[in-house]
């Protein structure tokens, strides 16, 4: 039977090509995301998918979407925890504490809400799974970017919990971390570290390239296949794991 997978935030980046990629694999894809245009377009692009609008920050709108999810799938096999979002660039001293909430309503409380609506579904897998998106600021602290950095510190405590308590119902819990992926949100950091260094955003660039041992960005199709395979039956025996795919990054940069 073909997986029943349920990407967050999957109409644009990283989630765009997880949900494309479980669908040419022959998955059954439902995405979700709070851009009504992108997800159009994406049923332009991927045959078959289905969509539904969700701002996961907002409880109602999780819970709805979730049934949605289920009814239109059939059932849940897989939950792609993806919804997140970069935060502001500034220090600890000078940080909006509203912009501070507002990224642990997505990133932590969305992915919560999402996951915690989700396991009665998965539970009826035969085979489920949950993968969810940290970071490498999941590893390490990284200046100006105190509120993105907890929230991807503490997914993977989340995960590890996850693992553990629904081990015995055959569910897999795993995150990947991915460094600095190609696209422009990584630009979009850059730039803010520039604005708040003052240095010039060739020198920020190439300070980010300095600290890991492939010089270069990381696809985000190889983030896809990294999540294809965790979701596979040749990764039955991985969970509770956290997978970096960041060029070997050693320290933050």
Request: aromatic fraction near 4%.
């Amino acid at each position: 039977m073909a997986q029943r997978v349920l990407v967050t935030a999957g109409a644009s980046g990283i989630g765009r090509e997880i949900a494309r990629a479980f669908a040419a694999g022959g998955a059954r894809v439902f995405v979700c995301d709070i851009d009504a245009q992108a997800l159009t377009v994406l049923t332009g692009e991927i045959p078959g998918v289905t969509v539904g609008i969700c701002d996961v920050s907002k409880r109602a709108e999780v819970e709805r979407m979730v049934a949605d999810c289920a009814q239109a799938l059939g059932g849940l096999d897989v939950l792609v925890n993806n919804a997140g979002i970069a935060g502001p660039t500034a220090p600890v001293e000078t940080m909006d504490p509203d912009a501070w909430e507002k990224v642990m309503q997505v990133d932590l409380t969305g992915t919560f809400n999402v996951t915690r609506c989700a396991i009665p579904h998965l539970k009826q897998s035969s085979a489920g799974v949950i993968i969810t998106m940290s970071s490498v600021a999941g590893r390490f602290g990284y200046a100006n970017r105190s509120p993105y950095c907890t929230a991807k510190w503490g997914l993977i405590g989340f995960t590890k919990t996850l693992a553990i308590e629904l081990g015995e119902y055959g569910i897999r819990a795993n995150a990947i971390l991915p460094g600095a992926v190609d696209g422009p949100r990584i630009q979009r950091v850059f730039e803010g570290r520039a604005q708040v260094s003052g240095r010039p955003l060739e020198q920020i660039k190439q300070e980010a390239m300095a600290v890991q041992s492939l010089k270069r960005m990381v696809d985000p199709k190889d983030i896809a296949a990294l999540a294809v395979f965790l979701a596979s039956d040749a990764a039955k025996s991985i969970s509770g794991q956290m997978l970096p795919i960041d060029n070997d990054m050693q320290q933050a940069s």
